[in-house]
């Protein structure tokens, strides 16, 4: 499985507020919908670790394809670049990170 992993926070200018609301509909339909994407979520950052650290970003969103294939097709669609390209006007000093996720568990109960 392909993950892609963002990190960022908002620039100044953004109400977070505002920003939230959006990403949670609007924004989260539009990634459900691209192609090949299995599952995505999205993370307010409150804290880090150690205690004494302030975390350099506020949010984090993840994306999962199957493959890399899968990937690259979905996430290198022109449209989706497109959008993209208009959303990061938002954003500041965002990362964006492609790993293969090599091992994952799910602890909850059924």
Same mark, same amino acid.
């Given at each position: 499985?392909?993950?892609?992993?963002?990190?960022?926070?908002?620039?100044?200018?953004?109400?977070?507020?505002?920003?939230?609301?959006?990403?949670?509909?609007?924004?989260?339909?539009?990634?459900n919908a691209i192609e090949g994407v299995?599952?995505?979520?999205?993370?307010?950052?409150?804290?880090?670790?150690?205690?004494?650290? /302030?975390?350099?970003?506020?949010?984090?969103?993840?994306?999962?394809?199957? $493959?890399? !294939? =899968?990937?690259?097709?979905?996430?290198?669609?022109?449209?989706?670049?497109?959008?993209?390209?208009?959303n990061l006007e938002m954003l500041q /000093?965002?990362?964006?990170?492609?790993?293969?996720?090599?091992?994952?568990? $799910?602890? !909850? =109960?059924?």
């Open positions: 499985m392909i993950r892609l992993t963002v990190l960022y926070k908002l620039k100044p200018e953004i109400d977070e507020d505002s920003f939230i609301e959006w990403r949670l509909t609007e924004h989260q339909t539009g990634i299995l599952q995505t979520g999205f993370t307010r950052i409150d804290s880090a670790w150690p205690k004494d650290k /302030d975390s350099p970003h506020r949010f984090m969103t993840t994306v999962d394809w199957p $493959n890399m !294939e =899968a990937f690259e097709k979905g996430f290198y669609d022109p449209s989706v670049q497109k959008g993209l390209k208009k /000093d965002p990362i964006f990170l492609i790993g293969e996720v090599l091992a994952r568990q $799910n602890n !909850e =109960a059924d």
